[in-house]
């Protein structure tokens, strides 16, 4: 599954498709994955005497810190349709896990650099988080009580490991034939993944300079459906001439084809680590963790690329977000500050001001006002550091007639600094609706609480008229 698929257009209702591209609704695939893991999670400490009873447990979902608020949405909502209860779950972002884990490890499970030099008081460092999908960048700062403030807003890209076995199968195409490995995903999905595991452990050795060549084994069932004379001539008719050759049923790679399939995954991965580095000062050492940061290959590029740096790797790195997400589980305040990845803000149809607003926005309403059509009316600007308890920022609307039981807004945000009207660098991120009971008379107004600061963004309104409170929260799912 590539997570890239958590964009803006996620919704309830998106489809996720295997590898043979047959389709299932996200949300099922992903309620039920988490439904494994807690069912076998609580089994498993009940079988041990620990459990007296399932409320006793607080699950923590980790998700990467490049997602979206709707994506984090997502995940909450699979998370509660898996049988866990909302109170009981909390959303921890991956490269604040690996990094508190990191702060709270004993120097004798760190495989490479100090562990203690990331815990002194004022000690800058990156956060390097690249698993199978993305690759996760923070820098953090730790303060005089061993907590971490976020010193540069969460960045990064699909540049994980994944892309690295895409890179393995292109090849796999090339030889047998891209109607060969099809028809495998459909008859025998097992065989598939099978080549996959065993580049998985292959690719785990390649080093840089390695000097030779690597065999792996070729699948029977690839090898009845073409033959030996064929899989030899595709070879000679492309890039692999001279990188691949057919020995006793098996392949042999040449290194520098091996090491090829990392190219373009090592350059984005380093082109965004030095275009962070140029962005914030002080930073002294690199965290690297996530499975993908295990390959000897990745660890190699990052020390000679940045030899001026500290590279600190945890023994367990592929292990680093996971007990990382236990430790915040416990305290999640062991993060002090987060910087915003956008600039948030509501839509709405304001009046009209020519020194500002675009003339083709120009309209007249009902009562004769000249207003701005969809301008962008803004929360909170991005790059604000906010604490981690949450900056709130609030807002009071009408609704669009005296008459009006209800009135909604859109919530947009974008990367651009002082938005003017929402256009199409503006992403759509939820939707607030905001109503009085049809019985109601009077004059009402709503007034819209924003939370920002935490790992998830928090919306709310209460409507305060004749001694009542009416509340909603923002869906940002539809």
């Known amino acids: 599954m590539d997570r890239r698929m958590f964009g803006w257009n996620i919704k309830k ?46 699950f923590v979902l980790t998700v990467p810190a490049i997602w979206n608020d709707r994506s984090k949405q997502f995940m909450r909502e699979a998370a509660v349709q898996a049988g866990i209860d909302n109170a009981q779950l909390t959303l921890a972002l991956e490269p604040e896990a690996a990094s508190i884990y990191c702060q709270r490890e004993s120097l004798e499970n760190m495989r490479v650099g100090r562990q203690s030099e990331i815990t002194i008081p004022g000690t800058r460092y990156m956060v390097v988080d690249i698993g199978g999908g993305t690759a996760d960048f923070s820098v953090h700062e730790v303060e005089e009580e061993g907590t971490l403030t976020e010193l540069y807003r969460a960045s990064g890209g699909p540049y994980g490991g994944i892309y690295v076995d895409k890179e393995y199968l292109k090849m796999y195409d090339t030889i047998f034939g891209k ?178 607003h675009p003339q083709e926005r120009r309209f007249t309403d009902i009562d004769g006002v000249e207003r701005c059509g969809s301008a962008f009316q803004k929360l909170i600007d991005r790059n604000v550091k906010v604490p981690s308890t949450g900056k709130i920022v609030t807002l009071t609307h009408p609704p669009p007639t005296e008459s009006a039981k209800k009135y909604t807004l859109n919530v947009i945000c974008t990367e651009n600094d002082n938005p003017i009207v929402v256009d199409e660098s503006c992403q759509f991120v939820g939707r607030l609706a905001v109503s009085v009971p049809e019985h109601f008379t009077g004059i009402w107004r709503g007034h819209e609480k924003y939370e920002f600061g935490m790992t998830e963004i928090k919306v709310s309104a209460i409507v305060k008229a004749t001694n009542e409170t009416f509340e909603t929260t923002l869906d940002l799912l539809e």
């Open 13 to 58: 209702d998106s489809n996720i498709h295997d590898v043979s591209g047959k389709a299932l609704p996200a949300m099922t695939v992903f309620s039920l994955s988490i439904k494994y893991l807690k069912d076998h999670c609580l089994k498993t400490i009940a079988d041990r005497g620990f459990l007296r009873s399932p409320n006793d447990v607080k």
């Open 179 to 356: 109607e060969a490995i099809d028809k495998l995903k459909k008859e025998d999905m097992g065989e598939y993944l099978t080549i996959i595991r065993e580049f998985e452990a292959k690719k785990r050795t390649v080093t840089a300079n390695y000097g030779s060549n690597f065999v792996t084994s070729m699948s029977a069932v690839l090898n009845e459906m073409v033959s030996n004379e064929e899989k030899k001539q595709n070879i000679q008719s492309s890039y692999l001439r001279d990188k691949v050759s057919l020995v006793k049923g098996k392949l042999k790679l040449s290194a520098s084809l091996m090491e090829s399939f990392f190219k373009d995954s090592l350059e984005n991965i380093i082109d965004h680590v030095q275009n962070i580095l140029k962005s914030v000062e002080d930073v002294n050492m690199i965290l690297l963790v996530g499975g993908y940061g295990e390959s000897p290959l990745v660890q190699g590029t990052f020390r000679n690329e940045f030899t001026n740096l500290e590279i600190i790797i945890p023994q367990d790195c592929n292990l680093a977000v996971m007990k990382g997400a236990v430790l915040f589980g416990h305290n999640p305040m062991s993060v002090t500050a987060r910087i915003l990845r956008f600039t948030y803000g509501v839509c709405v149809n304001s009046k009209f001001d020519p020194n500002i």
